[in-house]
């Protein structure tokens, strides 16, 4: 005899069909009757089941660069046993040489309907736009932004999936916008006039966005179902302060040198007044470098 279901087949030979089979007396007639040991079957049946049993896929959800899409579930299948021996018993004991096992549906842990649940979820803030702000300005940008930056993890306990962002990747997306926030500190202008360290100008501080903190408070918005968040930004200092001046020593003269205009035009002797005024008392840290054009600013023939 046969057992067979969706293209597994499986052969019980002659011997063991006798040992499936015991002979009973009707002592009323005394008439010999065949049965099934049921026992011994469902034993054999349950042996078949453990090796052919077809496990589902899990449903799942992923970014394709543009939305999420989902995987859908795949459902497995097992033998059932207890619907099976019946059908066995009396398939043998009508004669018949094939006979289909029963089987029930396995569901899969994931479904494609949390599965999907999770998609909508992530690309109903892709559709949306996503607002950021600072101090002295903002930026609307779109929802795919951050959708992008967005994985989905599943949560057994809770019976869905949870989403999870990549802070990183929100951090890289934030240096893009970083030159609209960022404000670069300025030095204060320190010169050598007259054997003595002044201040022609002081310093302005600056901003700097705090990258991490700021992908943070945008992960934290997202999650509390809000579409704005403030950009972190703290305070960058400048290298060169007015307090220096007092901590600075000119030790003595390293080099000199001279040079004549007398008899130069007007326009030559204004561009050298001018160069000397802006040059004058320059100041260079150790291992620092000078530049003239910087000094000076840009020079037209």
Known sequence: MTLEYGGY???LDVQQLQSLLTVDVDEERNEPSLAVNSARLEHRI?????????EGRDA????DGDSYQVRDAVPGWTIDVDESVPVVESAILGGFRTVELRTVETEPSITTDIAQAAADRGNDLR??????TWDDGEADIAGSVIAAAMDFEYDADAGE?????????LSLFLTSISGDVE???????LRYVNGEVVVRSGETYGTRMDFDASATAIVQAVQSGEMSAQIVVEEAEPEVTSAMADEIQIRGMLSSGETYYSGSSANRRHNVELSTERANGALVPPGGEYSFVDTIGDISI
């Open 161 to 169: 999936f949870v989403p999870e962002f990549d802070l990183e990747r």
């Open 60 to 63: 799942g959800l992923f970014w």
């Open 183 to 189: 404000v670069s500190p300025q030095n204060a202008d």
């Open 46 to 54: 349950n042996a078949i089941a453990s090796e052919v049993d077809v």
């Open 127 to 132: 559709s949306q736009r996503f607002s950021l």
């Open 9 to 11: 087949q499986w052969a």
